[in-house]
């Protein structure tokens, strides 16, 4: 079992910037790579980056592409999704995961799923 715990959300204006930590304790050498996700309200949940513990590869979606940056530190267990020039569109609760399968693009079948952690962006 795999325990996520996101932190770093909050309120910014359109140009602003946040960083989301995902803090994972328990069995994370189980999994290759660590994913963030986010909700709208009324939308469906929407992948936004994922990233490789061991090489550090990185992906991100098309939406968030040159604005958002993930990273991670071993030692600590703990992945980062620096986000850079908010929009209000990125407005959502965004969650870690691990173990994921997808059935679809940007939609996934996760084993292990954080809290999540509420991301608002006002004009």
């Known amino acids: 079992q795999v325990q996520l715990v996101e932190s770093g959300g909050g309120l910014v204006q359109a140009g602003g910037s946040l960083r989301l930590s995902c803090a994972a304790s328990?069995?994370?050498?189980?999994?290759?790579?660590i994913h963030w996700f986010r909700q709208a309200p009324g939308k469906e949940r929407e992948f936004v980056s994922r990233?490789?513990?061991?090489?550090?590869?990185?992906y991100y979606a098309d939406s968030v592409k040159g604005r958002f940056t993930i990273s991670r530190d071993n030692a600590k267990n703990t992945v980062y999704l620096q986000m850079n020039s908010l929009k209000p569109e990125d407005t959502a609760v965004y969650h870690c995961?691990?173990?994921?399968?997808?059935?679809?693009?940007?939609?996934?079948?996760?084993?292990?799923w954080g809290q999540g952690t509420q991301v608002t962006v006002s004009s």
């Open positions: 990233i490789s513990w061991t090489g550090g590869s990185t």
């Open positions: 328990g069995r994370t050498f189980r999994s290759y790579f």
């Open positions: 995961a691990t173990a994921c399968r997808f059935t679809s693009p940007g939609v996934a079948n996760c084993d292990d």
